[in-house]
C-alpha cells in the first residue's frame, strides 16, 4: 500500500512537471494496482499473532520480492522501459540499492517516473535497516550478531517491539541524512528535484542518478565533497550515529570504523597517487578529486561517477574492485561483504598462523573489547565462502555473454550493491547492452547480495515449509 500511494504522489510530481498523458495515465494505473493488491494482503493475513523467526524471514523474502514486482509496473505501464526483464533488473537495482541501470539517459524519462527510480532507494535504504535490525541477526549472518551488541535491545528468538522501536531510531537516523543533505545539494546549486533524488540515492548507498553521466554532470567540488562525506556516513554502523547524536563519540572506539575509515584512507591515497601519475601528472588536486571521489563511491556501494575509472591503469582497478567486494559497516546502507565481516576473518588468519607456532596457546578471538563467539566466526567465515562461491559461480555465468573483465567487474558490482563496473559496465556505461540471460543474473546477484543470502536460502529448504 506504501508503494501503491507512493506511485500516485509520483503522478503527482509528473503532473507538477508537466509529464505526458500517458505518463502520467501510466502512473495512475500503476498506483491503483498496487494499492488494491495491498488492501487485499492486508484483508486477508492480517491477524494479532506475534510473528515468529520463520514467519520474519517469509515476510522479508517475499515482500521484497513482491515489491520488486509490483515496482516494475511505472516503468512498463509508462513504456519508460523496452522489455519485462529491463523493468525488473531497474526496480530491484532501486530496491537493492544496487545503483545499476539499463537506462541511458535517465533525463528523457518523464519526471514521475525519475522520481519513482529515486524513491526505490529510498525505501531500498529503509528496507536495509530494518533487515539489519530485525531479520539477519536471528539467522546468525555473523557481521548482522556484531551488530547486535552495538544497536542493542535486539531480540535473538523472536520479534519483539524492542526491534520496533530500534527500527525507528535508525530510521529517524536516515531520514535526518537525507533532509541534510537535500539542503546541502540545493545550496550547491541543485534543483529541489535533482537534490533530492541524488540524496536518496547517497543516504541509501544507491548510485541513480537524474543525470546521463551521474556527478560529473555538475561539474562542482562542493557537491563532491558534500557527496563524499554523506557516502561516507551512510556506509557507517548506523549505532554509532545515534550514540553520537546523543552527545557520545564513539567512532575512535568501535575495531569496525577503526578499520573501515584507515581502509579508506589508505585506497584513496593509493588511487591518488596512480592516477595522479598516470592520468593527471600535472594536476595532484584534480588526481585527489577524482580518486577520493571514485574510492568512496565504491567502497561504500554508492556508485556515483564523476569519472571514468574504466581508463584508470590496472593497478588502480584493483583497488576499485577489492573495494567493490569489502564494502561498508554492518548495520549501515551500504552492500558488500562487510568491513567487520573481513577484519575477523584477518584476525582468525593472524590467529591460526600464531596457533600454529604456539599449539598449546589459549587465544580467544576479539573485535576491541568484544569477544567474538566461535559461532559468529564460524558464521562470518562460512559468509565470506558463500560469498565467494556465489562471485566465482555468477561470474562464469555471465562469462558466457561477455568478456572475463566485464563478467567479474558486473558481478563484483551487482552482488555488491555497486552499480558501476569495468568496460561494458563501465562508469560511463550501462547494462542495456547484455543479454537477457545475463540480466537475469544480474537480478538475482542483486537480491543475494543485498538480503545477504541466508532469507533467500532459508526458503529453499523444506524445514522451512513444515509447520
Not at 122 to 147: D, E, K
Not at 315 to 326: D, G, R
Not at 449 to 455: C, D, H, K, S, T
Amino acid at each position: 500500500m506504501v508503494l501503491g500511494l507512493s506511485m500516485a504522489f509520483c503522478m503527482g510530481i509528473g503532473w507538477i512537471h508537466g509529464d505526458s498523458r500517458e505518463a502520467l495515465t501510466g502512473l495512475g494505473l500503476a498506483a491503483a494496482l498496487t494499492t488494491v493488491a495491498g488492501v487485499l494482503l492486508w484483508a486477508t493475513t492480517r491477524h494479532e499473532a506475534e510473528l515468529s523467526t520463520r514467519d520474519g524471514i517469509g515476510v522479508v523474502t517475499f515482500g521484497w520480492l513482491a515489491a520488486c514486482l509490483f515496482g516494475t509496473l511505472p516503468f512498463l505501464l509508462t513504456s519508460s522501459t523496452p522489455t519485462f526483464v529491463d523493468a525488473l533488473f531497474e526496480t530491484v537495482s532501486g530496491l537493492t540499492t544496487t545503483g545499476a541501470s539499463i537506462i541511458p539517459d535517465p533525463g528523457l524519462l518523464p519526471r514521475g517516473v525519475l522520481f519513482w527510480r529515486a524513491l526505490t532507494h529510498f525505501y531500498g535504504g529503509m528496507g536495509i535497516l530494518v533487515l539489519c535490525v530485525a531479520i539477519l541477526p536471528l539467522l546468525g549472518s555473523g557481521g548482522m550478531q556484531i551488530y547486535r551488541a552495538e544497536a542493542s535491545g535486539v531480540a535473538q528468538d523472536r520479534l519483539k517491539p524492542r526491534i520496533a522501536s530500534t527500527a525507528k531510531l535508525m530510521w529517524g537516523i536516515y531520514l535526518l541524512l537525507n533532509f541534510v543533505l537535500t539542503l546541502l545539494l540545493r545550496a550547491g546549486g541543485m534543483s529541489w528535484f535533482d537534490a533530492t533524488c541524488h540524496a536518496f540515492a547517497a543516504v541509501a548507498t544507491g548510485g541513480f542518478s537524474t543525470q546521463s553521466t551521474s556527478v560529473a554532470a555538475y561539474s562542482s567540488l562542493y557537491i563532491e565533497i558534500c557527496l563524499i562525506v554523506f557516502m561516507f556516513l551512510s556506509a557507517t554502523n548506523f549505532a554509532l550515529h545515534y550514540r553520537a547524536l546523543h552527545g557520545r563519540w564513539p567512532y575512535a572506539k568501535d575495531a569496525e570504523f577503526r578499520f573501515y575509515f584507515f581502509y579508506w584512507l589508505i585506497s584513496c591515497l593509493l588511487l591518488t597517487l596512480i592516477v595522479w601519475r598516470s592520468i593527471h601528472p600535472d594536476n595532484l588536486a584534480q588526481a585527489a578529486r577524482d580518486a577520493f571521489f571514485s574510492g568512496t563511491s565504491l567502497l561504500t556501494t554508492t556508485g556515483f561517477c564523476t569519472a571514468d575509472f574504466d581508463l584508470w591503469p590496472a593497478s588502480a582497478k584493483i583497488i576499485l574492485v577489492l573495494a567493490m567486494l569489502v564494502g561498508g559497516c554492518a548495520g549501515s546502507t551500504a552492500g558488500a561483504i562487510k568491513q567487520v565481516r573481513v577484519l575477523v576473518v584477518l584476525k582468525r588468519i593472524v590467529r591460526g598462523i600464531w596457533q600454529f607456532m604456539h599449539p598449546q596457546a589459549v587465544l580467544p578471538l576479539k573485535l576491541g573489547r568484544q569477544h567474538i563467539e566461535p559461532t559468529v566466526a564460524d558464521h562470518i567465515s562460512t559468509y565470506f565462502g558463500l560469498y565467494l562461491l556465489v562471485f566465482a559461480l555468477a561470474s562464469l555465468g555471465v562469462s558466457c555473454f561477455t568478456d572475463g573483465e566485464t563478467a567479474l567487474s558486473a558481478v563484483a558490482a551487482t552482488l555488491g550493491g555497486v552499480g558501476p563496473g569495468f568496460s561494458v559496465a563501465g562508469a560511463m556505461e550501462t547494462y542495456a547492452p547484455f543479454a537477457a540471460p545475463a540480466k537475469v543474473i544480474f537480478i538475482l546477484c542483486m537480491l543475494m547480495g543485498r538480503l545477504e543470502f541466508y532469507a533467500l536460502f532459508a526458503i529453499l529448504f523444506p524445514r522451512f515449509w513444515r509447520r
